[in-house]
């Protein structure tokens, strides 16, 4: 697709948009939602999308860095694990978007064992920015 960007059949990148296709790209979610708590989780990775109009079916599998307490104890430790996660992203101006974002982390060995939110689900908002020309 081509599109005019200079001269008298000039087209502004607001007044189009992308109507459907697969697209790829960095998620990165820097808090969830459990139980009605807040948590600082922050998650990374890769996803794969299917644009829909103005909306984005995604699924994603990355890392992420857990808090954990010990049974008994009271120390913090932070543990790395692995996250998967699937959403629903909006695009509200052509390069913003905003979307609701599910999904499950899990920490192996010991801690995992210990982690009482082990494969339960989450929840995150997202607020994304597309640096694509």
Same mark, same amino acid.
């Given at each position: 697709?081509?599109?005019?960007? $200079? =001269?008298?059949?000039? $087209?502004?990148?607001?007044?189009?948009?992308?109507?459907?296709?697969?697209?790829?790209?960095?998620?990165?979610?820097?808090?969830?939602?459990?139980?009605?708590?807040?948590?600082?989780?922050?998650?990374?990775?890769?996803?794969?999308?299917?644009?829909?109009?103005?909306?984005?079916?995604?699924?994603?599998?990355?890392?992420?860095?857990? /808090?954990?307490?010990?049974?008994? =104890?009271?120390?913090?430790?932070?543990?790395?694990?692995?996250?998967? /996660?699937?959403?629903?992203?909006?695009?509200?101006?052509?390069?913003? /978007?905003?979307?609701?974002?599910? =999904? $499950?982390?899990?920490?192996?060995?010991?801690?995992?064992?210990?982690?009482?939110?082990?494969?339960?689900?989450?929840?995150?908002?997202?607020? =994304?920015?597309?640096?694509?020309?």
């Amino acid at each position: 697709l081509k599109l005019c960007r $200079v =001269g008298e059949y000039k $087209v502004d990148a607001d007044d189009y948009r992308r109507v459907g296709g697969m697209d790829t790209g960095f998620l990165v979610v820097p808090f969830k939602f459990r139980s009605g708590d807040v948590y600082g989780d922050a998650a990374i990775g890769p996803y794969i999308s299917y644009k829909i109009e103005r909306a984005e079916i995604l699924a994603t599998a990355g890392i992420t860095q857990i /808090s954990t307490i010990e049974t008994g =104890g009271k120390d913090i430790k932070s543990e790395t694990g692995v996250t998967g /996660s699937v959403g629903l992203k909006f695009n509200v101006k052509s390069k913003w /978007s905003i979307g609701l974002i599910g =999904g $499950v982390d899990h920490l192996s060995g010991s801690a995992g064992d210990e982690w009482k939110y082990q494969d339960k689900w989450w929840w995150s908002i997202a607020i =994304g920015h597309s640096f694509k020309q």
